[in-house]
């Protein structure tokens, strides 16, 4: 049985992304707001995918808008792989 994903797992994912390991991130913050460009969206990917073996198309990742939608989808596609 795979692990559950903790949400601040997936939040230091993207501080990591980002460069910035004290950001402070919410759920309803924007991921644009927060600093994630393309550049930091694919190290998300891969980092995602590294961590965890949840690979996360970039489709699917473009339509995110929000930190809680990458939260939401990294732990739905986890789930979805067991």
């Given at each position: 049985m795979m692990e559950t994903i903790d949400t601040e797992d997936i939040l230091n994912v993207i501080r990591k992304s980002i460069d910035d390991e004290n950001a402070?991130?919410?759920?309803?913050?924007?991921l644009e707001d927060v600093g994630v460009d393309s550049i930091a969206g694919f190290e998300i990917r891969l980092l995602v995918?590294?961590?965890?073996?949840?690979e996360l198309s970039e489709e699917a990742f473009d339509d995110?808008?929000?930190?809680?939608?990458?939260?939401?989808?990294v732990r739905g596609q986890a789930a979805g792989s067991c």
């Open positions: 402070m991130l919410r759920r309803d913050d924007f995918k590294e961590r965890w073996g949840v995110l808008y929000r930190v809680g939608d990458l939260v939401d989808l």
